[in-house]
């Protein structure tokens, strides 16, 4: 077998139709590329590793003669960094759009998700200014685009979502990929190479290489020796995993390999709890193991980490209170408590101005004020609107408004 | 009872002199004494539920002390707004560390710290040095409710005051007093019930008068007075405890989100109002409201020790929501 390539780079796409899967990503991706007119100078594909994102930029740009000009992780990519090569590339048309063979440049930036940190510093900053000066498309890739640092980049692009690549795709690319290297192979042994890959078109390319080195036949026990890559579990996977693991070992097994915030984690697990538990009496049980939980949270403070591994437990515990009574349902996400706080904060900002004012003339605190001076006065404004507590207090118009107004608490 | 340009009945009525001061005679005694030789009278620490005169009697002194001129001579801070080790080390020690006898004949200046017993621990142990350092120029009066949580090397700096809850008719007087002042007819079991729902606490009892006063002039009833009171009390809170009573775990929770949001009111303070209107649920047994008593309790502890108060609070809900099942 005549080996000097890997195969996920001999047998990248060349063609848009030689990427698999994400049908509805593709599209959109190729309708923004082609339209003269586009609404945002600038798209971010996200999604999983290893489904297309790269391969189909590559591919497209091969097929409509784009030439890429490309940073990925591996450059050094802070303010300056950016600027050097992306301020020159992107100011320019290039001088051969008009030539017949090309049609231009794209700026792609890779794995924007890894800008980061104090060697990247700048980095996202000047990524957002490049995309609102350019002349040119800018494509950007990331697995996920909820990191807290890219959100201000969602607002200057068009995001285009790729999903894992559906197993029989795989295995339609694996059996290809069989006939070309004359490898000749069980369905049975691409079936489970297709599925340990979960959906990873690319590692599921890898394995078949590595598995099938040496052997002119592959059967399915030779990839009994497979064993799931850890992937690094998101959000979602890790409410859902739990919630639907059959015992407390599943779901801590499930902890255990994700990644997400501790503190993240367990305010989406209690949004989520009513949601899995419709009986009240497990909701009261799972919840109060997630307090318990909560309180060895607040125990392991900055220095105790050693008792982490109960508040998991704990988890673990509260996701399986009754496993039997499983069904599947929407996980809430973003945190309630965010968006609620959110949308209230001017609210909030203005009770507390009264409250002050009220504090300061009547020798309590603002909580006091606001538990026990603030519903007076409001019945007393309701009832008579030019009252002199008004000028006393020195409240504004919008102040006397605001409180005839706020919900009775 | 000298009138002035105050509005709010609470601060137009509070005593100016010791002597106006309604049913504390044993501390208003022990505190005049004091005040005859005022280089004699030590640090103060005033403990009780709110509303007994606590801050009033602060004042007093201040007034007393210093006469009209009281406020450039007194530092009113509320520890519960400004309670961290930098308001000890800044205002608190820059006040107290200058003399200002040189001005009139003030003996010392006159620190007001209210609600002393919500500052952080560190912040008490950086007061308890000032305290001792500066007693030549200055005087501390802490007010707390609950004197447990003032740390013990202060508690030893000072001489304790506690004060209990009014007495019923000695509050009866003083809101009919007031009515007089006000031309208001105030009747026998109008008075009675606003003493009733004020659980000894005077603040609240005037303000519930003055609010009354603004549905009606004239005659004061019984009526209106359970009007007030029924609008005043902490109504989402109240809803919150209903819709977890019944069952309704998801809305109960978007209420305590409310609370939070709109209110900002912290996790403990919604535990606080939890518990008093718990009592006032009319249709739980006594047994049961003990039973939630002691869950509401538990969850109040968890609060203190637990990294997200939200999370509590969402699980004292469930433990609500289920107890009816």
């Known amino acids: 077998m005549k080996n000097d390539l890997l195969w996920v780079e001999k047998y990248r796409p060349k063609k848009i139709s030689e990427v698999l899967g994400n049908e509805l990503a593709k599209t959109t991706f190729i309708n923004w590329l082609n339209n003269k007119r586009r609404r945002k100078k600038a798209v971010l594909l996200y999604g999983p590793a290893g489904v297309g994102k790269t391969a189909l930029v590559n591919a497209a740009s091969n097929q409509f003669n784009f030439t890429i000009i490309e940073m990925n992780a591996s450059d050094t990519r802070t303010e300056k960094a950016i600027n050097k090569v992306g301020k020159p590339a992107t100011s320019f048309v290039a001088l051969d759009k008009f030539s017949t063979e090309t049609k231009g440049n794209i700026l792609f930036l890779d794995e924007v998700d890894g800008v980061f940190g104090q060697q990247d510093r700048g980095g996202i900053g000047a990524i957002i200014k490049i995309v609102k000066e350019s002349l040119i498309p800018v494509v950007m890739a990331a697995n996920n685009p909820d990191i807290k640092k890219l959100r201000p980049l969602k607002k200057v692009c068009q995001m285009i979502r790729f999903q894992q690549v559906r197993i029989p795709l795989i295995i339609t690319m694996l059996r290809r990929i069989c006939v070309m290297e004359n490898v000749e192979a069980e369905f049975e042994a691409l079936e489970r190479i297709a599925q340990n890959s979960r959906g990873d078109m690319r590692s599921a390319i890898n394995d078949l290489q590595s598995i099938s080195e040496g052997r002119p036949v592959l059967r399915v026990q030779d990839t009994m020796f497979l064993s799931y890559r850890n992937k690094d579990i998101g959000m979602y996977e890790t409410i859902m995993g739990v919630f639907s693991a059959e015992s407390v070992r599943d779901a801590a097994m499930i902890l255990n390999r994700s990644s997400v915030n501790y503190d993240d984690f367990l305010l989406s697990i209690s949004d989520n709890l009513p949601l899995r538990y419709p009986d009240s009496a497990d909701l009261a049980h799972a919840y109060d193991l997630v307090s318990r939980a909560d309180v060895f949270r607040g125990r392991v403070g900055t220095e105790n980490w050693h008792l982490l591994r109960y508040f998991f437990n704990l988890l673990a515990e509260a996701a399986t209170v009754s496993p039997r009574s499983f069904k599947p349902f929407e996980v809430i996400s973003p945190p309630i408590r965010i968006m609620k706080l959110f949308w209230t904060k001017s609210k909030r900002t203005k009770l507390e101005n009264i409250c002050a004012k009220i504090a300061l003339k009547c020798h309590v605190s603002r909580t006091t004020a606001k538990t026990d001076i603030v519903p007076f006065v409001k019945i007393i404004l309701e009832k008579q609107k030019s009252s002199p507590i008004i000028s006393w207090l020195k409240l504004e118009p919008n102040d006397v408004d605001y409180l005839i107004k706020i919900n009775k608490f | ?325």
């Open chain 2, 1 to 325: 009872m000298n009138l002035n340009d105050e509005v709010m009945w609470v601060e137009k009525y509070r005593p100016r002199t010791l002597n106006d001061i309604v049913d504390l005679n044993h501390i208003v005694e022990s505190i005049q004494a004091f005040l005859k030789n005022p280089h004699s009278m030590p640090h103060l620490l005033l403990s009780g539920i709110p509303g007994t005169g606590k801050t009033t009697v602060a004042l007093c002194i201040a007034r007393e002390l210093f006469g009209d001129k009281w406020k450039s001579f007194t530092l009113e801070l509320n520890a519960s707004d400004e309670r961290g080790i930098n308001t000890v080390r800044d205002r608190i020690k820059d006040f107290s560390r200058y003399s200002r006898t040189g001005f009139g004949d003030a003996p010392y200046s006159l620190i007001i710290l209210d609600e002393s017993d919500q500052m952080t621990g560190p912040a008490q142990t950086a007061l308890r040095r000032i305290m001792e350092t500066s007693s030549r120029t200055s005087r501390f009066i802490l007010i707390c409710n609950y004197s447990s949580k003032i740390i013990e090397p202060i508690q030893s700096r000072c001489a304790i005051f506690r004060f209990s809850k009014l007495d019923k008719t000695a509050m009866v007087e003083h809101l009919k007093k007031i009515a007089q002042n006000e031309n208001l007819r105030l009747l026998d079991e109008a008075a009675e019930r606003i003493v009733e729902y004020s659980e000894g606490d005077l603040r609240h009892a005037i303000n519930a008068l003055q609010t009354t006063a603004a549905y009606q002039t004239g005659v004061i009833d019984e009526q209106t007075v359970l009007q007030v009171f029924g609008e005043a009390s902490p109504r989402q809170v109240q809803l919150m405890l209903n819709k977890a009573l019944s069952g309704n775990f998801i809305e109960a929770r978007k209420m305590m989100y409310d609370l939070i949001g709109q209110y900002g009111f912290s996790g403990s303070e919604i535990v606080r109002q939890m518990q008093r209107e718990l009592l006032k649920v009319p249709h739980l047994t006594d047994s049961e409201k003990a039973e939630l008593t002691d869950i509401i309790g538990e969850y109040d502890y968890r609060l203190t020790q637990g990294a997200n108060s939200d999370i509590q609070l969402s699980a004292l809900l469930a433990q609500f929501s289920k107890f009816r099942k």
